[in-house]
């Protein structure tokens, strides 16, 4: 029986001779187009073989079907999706949304040619960095900077250059890993520098980093952003590793890790030091990322002392760690911003949503919950109070205030109905959290609430 169907099942040459086939293979999509054939036909082969398919397969079906493989192909497989976490700086997810303008000059900077290492006014070549070296000093208050792809490219770039075959010294409350392997001990192997740990994992004290201090030592801060201790806990301050350093004359680099450019402090969020203000306390080097509190590209920024930052601009690895020109663009614009810090927080998307009030969230999710009410009455919603999180693998500890809609359905489990959410063309993407499914209000846009709305309405009718 599935011999005589197989046999039947139309041939390759004539799927080619379909006319949409044929149009399709002009617009210049052969390959595409006969590898969905092929894909195709091996489905149908298989429907066969395992009993599934009892009918003779129409060449109708196995054209449809390609067409639906070919369009799945030729979509981009890294789309937008809706964040409806509540985790404001998801790394999963991208971590930080660029402002407007950081987009537009990702787009005009790619799209022309660009005097990315060209001096205009002096008709010769330039450096790369000088797009945003200004603008860096001026906001941080620093004497000289250098920007790499990401903060752990800064750290190893940093320690290379200052530290091989030197002692840098870390407490042992600070060894931290930040994430993918990429651990304190295994950089510091990695850049040739000798580990020396100091203190216990809960106390250090400035006695315990002198103690071991000689005249080839490096000393490592690093801001532990990822966890936190508490309890019976003592660090020393930046500041006091600061005069420390300078007693002996020895190199302070600071790992701030977030880089937050304005201080949050002064909003009621604490934990997270802002750049000028550790700067302030003076260490040699400091590096931070571009796409954490910054809200800018993934990035690594690393400012500190002229001298330091000029023997890294040699380095091999620099060139290695050679930040690209749309980062570069989309990091000039995003630091245009804090000139007028009242301009970051509107315009920069994650310092607005770090700092959205509470009542306005609430007023949307009522919003939000009307408009899913009035489209899927039978659901279960309800508007609640909750913890959104500003950063998921970087800053689990700050947690804020936030609004969102719990969803339950009375046959869909809360894993199918986040599974199915997940699955529309547009994904979106939520939590689990007491039984319920929860959109929480912090991460989802309002230009979004009608395509949610509709999602959840979909889901619902396929299911009566
Ligand atoms: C996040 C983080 C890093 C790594 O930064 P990336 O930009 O993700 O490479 C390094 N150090 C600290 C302290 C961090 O918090």
Do not use: W
């Amino acid at each position: 029986m599935s011999k005589e169907l197989l046999k039947k099942l139309p041939k390759m040459d004539q799927l080619l001779s379909d006319e949409k086939v044929i149009l399709e293979i002009k617009k210049g999509n052969r390959v595409m187009m006969t590898d969905a054939l092929r894909k195709s036909l091996d489905y149908f082969r298989n429907e066969i073989l395992s009993g599934n398919m009892t009918e003779e397969v129409l060449k109708e079906d196995i054209i449809g079907k390609a067409f639906s493989i070919f369009e799945d192909d030729m979509e981009m497989n890294l789309k937008p999706v809706i964040n409806a976490t509540g985790t404001i700086l998801h790394t999963n997810l991208g971590r930080s949304r660029l402002s407007k303008a950081a987009c537009e000059a990702v787009y005009n900077i790619s799209s022309s040619y660009s005097n990315l290492e060209y001096d205009i006014e002096k008709g010769e070549r330039g450096e790369r960095y000088d797009a945003v070296t200004d603008i860096i000093l001026k906001l941080t208050g620093a004497e000289s900077a250098l920007v790499v792809n990401n903060n752990a490219a800064a750290v190893l770039l940093i320690l290379s250059a200052l530290a091989k075959d030197k002692d840098v010294i870390v407490s042992r409350g600070e060894q931290v890993e930040i994430g993918g392997k990429f651990r304190v001990p295994d950089i510091m192997e990695q850049s040739g520098s000798r580990l020396v740990e100091v203190g216990t994992t809960n106390k250090t004290h400035l006695s315990d980093y002198e103690d071991k201090i000689n005249e080839n030592s490096v000393l490592l801060k690093v801001h532990t952003s990822n966890f936190k201790l508490i309890g019976f806990t003592e660090e020393v301050e930046l500041k006091e590793l600061s005069k420390l350093s300078k007693k002996h004359g020895i190199p302070l680099v600071y790992d701030l890790g977030s880089g937050a450019m304005i201080d949050f402090e002064a909003y009621g969020i604490y934990g997270e030091p802002c750049v000028r203000k550790s700067v302030e306390d003076d260490p040699d080097v400091i590096c931070f990322s571009g796409d954490k509190l910054l809200g800018g590209p993934q990035a690594g920024i690393i400012i500190g002392r002229k001298k330091y930052i000029d023997i890294m601009k040699k380095h091999p690895l620099t060139r290695a760690f050679r930040i690209d020109k749309m980062t570069l663009a989309a990091l000039e614009a995003t630091l245009k911003e804090y000139i007028d810090e009242k301009n970051a927080i509107k315009n920069i998307p994650i310092l607005s949503r770090i700092l959205a009030n509470k009542n306005e969230l609430h007023e949307r999710a009522k919003r939000l919950y009307e408009i899913i009410a009035l489209k899927s009455p039978e659901l279960n919603l309800s508007i609640e109070e909750d913890k959104g999180q500003i950063g998921g693998g970087s800053m689990p500890g700050l947690t804020i205030d936030t609004a969102v809609i719990s969803i339950n359905h009375a046959i869909l489990s809360p894993n199918e109905i986040e599974r199915r959410l997940r699955h529309f063309e547009k994904p979106i993407i939520c939590r689990i959290s007491r039984e319920s499914v929860i959109l929480d209000l912090l991460t989802i846009d309002d230009e979004d609430f009608d395509y949610i709305a509709d999602c959840i309405m979909k889901m619902n009718q396929d299911v009566k």
